[in-house]
């Protein structure tokens, strides 16, 4: 009986020296697959010499971390050559401004061209111009080129229910517009002057990038969007392809032919990624949709009813 519990305890011994082992090594195998990961994906920086990618998709606002991966491929000795992939329909002028900026800095130092997707129209198109190449398909749809204002305007329905405003102001256009009140001309016209500032600006950024006069920039800028056949006749694309035709410009360029593609992505928190999810969840929610349909409300493009401020943005 002795011996027999002797066995038992060893063999007890014996699991457990086997159990820890055991997950000893699933964790190293754990961390080895995560660290070939972060070499080979991830955002890039791990890897040799190749070509950079970075997606910009969806409505643009101001985005500090895509600023900060950019600027972290103009800084990296590995990237050779980058491919900024655009399908947008454009966002607010501030955010499609910072990312124009950030995108000239590189092409000082780099080549860098534009792969248009399905869309590349206002703020979007105006971060392809930021490239010295762009590349779109037959059937995308690129220009769009303008700047607008939309504020509502809820007074029918404030005396409907039985809502007054009352306000006191230290001059006649301080907070104007305003949803509240109709807006009068003087209101108009300064709104006006702000747009046709911005208006300007992105006019003249086309004519510069493009190689065009102004007047023929203008002819351009009247809010028209063109697919890829049509922006090519009307010099707001290079080439049309995808990939392909980007690599082999960059190549033109001095780009080693036998670089790899690898897409910088964005290193999105646990947090913050639930946070982004339970959010249009809760749009979904509140317009009566099945909660997993928030993904459906993202690709309606629920998010650009929140802009605020001058954008230049096209709706579909």
Known sequence: MAQRADDLIDRRRLRRKLTFWRALTIIV??????????????????????????????????????????????KSPRVAGVIVQIDSPGGTTTGGESI????????????????????????GYMIASATDHIVARQSSIVGSIGVLIQYPDVTGLMDKIGIKLEEVKSSPLKASPSP???????????????????YDWFVD?????????????LALAD??????????????????????????WLESKGVAP????????????????????????????ALGLPEQSGDVVRELGMERLFLDGLVSVWHP
């Open 180 to 198: 509240f009140k109709p807006t009068n001309e003087e209101e108009r016209a300064m709104v006006r002057r702000l747009i046709m500032d911005s």
């Open 223 to 248: 809010g028209s969007i063109f697919t890829g056949r049509q922006g090519l006749q009307n010099k707001l694309v290079d080439a049309l392809g995808g990939e392909e035709e980007a690599v082999a």
């Open 29 to 74: 195998i754990l961390l080895a697959i995560g660290g070939i990961a972060a070499w080979f994906g991830g955002d890039g920086t791990g890897s040799g010499s190749h070509i950079a990618k970075v997606r910009i998709t969806g409505t643009i606002t101001q985005d500090d971390k895509l600023l900060e991966r950019l600027e972290k491929i103009r």
């Open 100 to 123: 124009y900026e950030a995108v000239r800095k590189i092409a000082a130092e780099k080549p860098v061209v534009a792969e248009v997707g399905t869309l590349a129209a206002s703020a």
């Open 258 to 285: 036998d670089l790899r593609v690898i897409e910088w992505k964005p290193k999105e928190g646990t947090a913050s990624l639930l946070l982004s999810q339970s959010l249009v969840r809760n749009i979904a929610r």
């Open 205 to 217: 950024i086309v004519a510069n990038r493009r190689s065009m006069t102004r007047e023929q920039a």
